[in-house]
């Protein structure tokens, strides 16, 4: 099984992701627990181009896509299809959905070039994606509490609304793979209702 995380920054989502882990675990599964971008040392280096505040120039929308998907094709070969392979359960923070959720919706780059970079470069999508959502300012609360904000974190209100709203478009188009969870409950509420969609008996 192969499931992702999404949501807007502070959401909760590394919480919920360390207790469904946990969970697996303990029900004897094998589990992968990565995270995009990133996930191998050399997506993770993309990861950390694409976080940093420090660029004498400007990333343009285009590149920010591409270095996402550069890292998404490393990562994919490299873990996420080789642990399905073997019968792993894959848990992902972020896949796909957040660059259109970002890119698409967010940044305002066009669903065509997007689909383009999905149709080549993905093979596989999550057999489940759980959508954290909560309001953007309560998310972004909770974001500022961690410390320095990276490229995305620094962006506006108004940007994260965009995303929220792209998230909420995937979630009506594929409501059988895409599950909303209400992130204003406690983490074990969360949980709970993330487990109610999973049968890992
Ligand atoms: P994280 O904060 O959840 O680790 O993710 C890093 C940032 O990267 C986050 O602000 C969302 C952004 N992102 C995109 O813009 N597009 C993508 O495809 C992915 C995977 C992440």
Partial sequence: MFISFEGTEGVGKSTLIRKL????????QDVVLTREPGGTPLAEQIRALLLSVNHDEQMSHDTELLLMYAARAQHLQQVILPALASGKTVLCD???????????????????????LNDNFVSKMPDITFWLDAPIETGMSRARERGALDRFEQEKVTFFEKVRAGYQEIFEKQPERMKRLDATQTPDQVFAQALSYIDIE
Avoid at 21 to 28: E, P, Q, S, T
């Fill in 21 to 28: 882990y946990d969970h697996f675990l303990a029900h004897g």
């Fill in 94 to 116: 972020r896949f796909a959905d957040a660059s259109f959720a970002y890119q698409c919706a967010g940044r305002g780059l066009s669903r065509e070039k997007l689909q383009l």
